[in-house]
């Protein structure tokens, strides 16, 4: 158990609509990262948050956002939903936003979209 | 922008055989170096890491050594167990900016008992 946890585990929805996924990091740890996980693109950095603010994005496209709360919980928004947007999405959290620190990952909230 | 390169799977072997999944890296500064495994159905877990050349990380059996020359990071066991069967993910981050983690393809490697 890696401490981070996401909800909700399994997520199936419609084209068009919008989810939002959960995820709490470890106790004590500051950053948070979305990471998407699919058969096509592997996997792939979404966004950072460090405290509450925004630090680092990656290939994450206008539908989706993210925010960080001040319990340090993060939500990850995505809306229009497309088919492409089945994919497997891990939450990761590590005491730092730089530097080589571990970074402890989620079971992930797989989401399917029909 | 930086990338990582890992051997084509999936891979299958026996108990006790050797195991090598190769891994390169491209990248633009000086990056630390990880290799992950995904159990089935669970999260990422960092299995080892390495953060300047010539580091070798080591966990559970398994061995990395950051190779600057040959920008690889190739992952080594002398002897692999059924429990072993996972998906291995290489996996570079830069020690500058920000702390995302770029990742290769995946792994599949499956032990037959």
């Known amino acids: 158990d890696s401490g981070v946890t996401q909800t909700p585990k399994h997520l199936i929805t419609a084209t068009g609509q919008r989810v939002t996924l959960r995820c709490s990091p470890r106790?004590?740890?500051?950053?948070v990262y979305w990471y998407q996980q699919s058969l096509d693109q592997g996997l792939q950095f979404l966004i950072q948050?460090?405290?509450?603010?925004?630090?680092a994005k990656g290939n994450i496209l206008e539908r989706f956002s993210a925010q960080q709360f001040p319990d340090l919980h993060s939500e990850l928004n995505l809306s229009s939903l497309e088919l492409g947007d089945s994919a497997l999405y891990f939450c990761a959290s590590s005491s730092r936003d730089r530097g080589s620190y571990e970074q402890y990952f989620g079971p992930g909230t797989r989401l399917t979209v029909t | 922008g930086d990338s990582v390169t890992q051997m084509e799977g999936p891979v299958t072997l026996s108990e006790e055989a050797f195991l090598t999944i190769n891994c390169t890296y491209t990248?633009?500064?000086?990056?630390?170096l990880f290799w992950y495994v995904q159990y089935p159905g669970e999260g990422l877990q960092l299995l080892l890491k390495?953060?300047?050349?010539?580091d070798k990380g080591s966990n559970k059996g398994f061995e990395a050594t950051y190779r600057k020359e040959t920008t690889s990071f190739h992952l080594e066991k002398g002897s692999v167990q059924v429990s072993d069967s996972a998906v291995y993910f290489c996996a570079l981050s830069e020690r500058q900016g920000a702390q995302k983690l770029v990742f290769g393809q995946g792994t599949r490697l499956t032990i037959n008992p």
């Open positions: 390495a953060t300047k050349a010539d």
């Open positions: 990248a633009t500064g000086y990056p630390s």
């Open positions: 948050y460090y405290n509450g603010e925004e630090r």
């Open positions: 106790s004590g740890d500051l950053s």
